[in-house]
C-alpha cells in the first residue's frame, strides 16, 4: 500500500511539473499563408493556456502576441465581429473571444458564423465567471450572460448574420 502511494504521489507530482513548464512558441519571421496550419497546434495550445490561466499570468503578454500574430495571418479561418455581441471593455477578453471562435473553427471547418461567435462567447463567459474578481465587472459579459440565462443568447447572436 505505502509503495502504491508513492508511485502516485510521483506521477501527480511529475505531472504538476510538467503543467507549469509551458513554453511561448517563437513567432516566426515571414511565412507564406499556407504554412500556418503548421502553428495551428502551437494556436491551440496557446488557448488552452489562455483560457487556464489567470489574468496576470506572468507569460499572459506572449501567449497573447503569438495568438494574435497566428490569427492575423492564418487564411483558413475568418472572423466578424458586432459590437451588438462583441462589447467587452477587457482587451483579454477579446482575445479569448476571437481565439475561441478560432478554436472551434479548426475543430468544426463546416461551422456557421454564429457557431464560431458562440463558442467565442463561451469561452468568454467561462473565463470571466472564473475570473470576475480580477477582471473586475465587464457591462458587454454581464449583457451576454444575462441573454444566456434567459435562454436568448443564441437568437441573439444569430440575428447578427441575417
Known sequence: MKKLFVIALCMLLSQMTWAQKFSVPEIPGEIEKSEYVNYEKDFIR??????????????????????????????????????????????????????????YSINNPDATYADGSMAGIETVINYYQKHKDSIGKDKGVEELIKLKNKGTLRQHVESQWK
Open 46 to 103: 496557446c488557448m488552452d493556456w489562455l483560457e487556464s490561466h489567470a489574468p496576470s499570468a506572468s507569460q499572459r503578454k506572449e501567449v497573447n502576441s503569438f495568438v494574435l500574430w497566428w490569427l492575423s495571418g492564418t487564411p483558413d479561418v475568418h472572423i466578424e465581429m458586432s459590437t451588438d455581441v462583441v462589447n467587452f471593455q477587457n482587451g483579454d477578453l477579446i482575445i479569448l473571444y476571437i481565439g475561441g471562435w478560432a478554436k
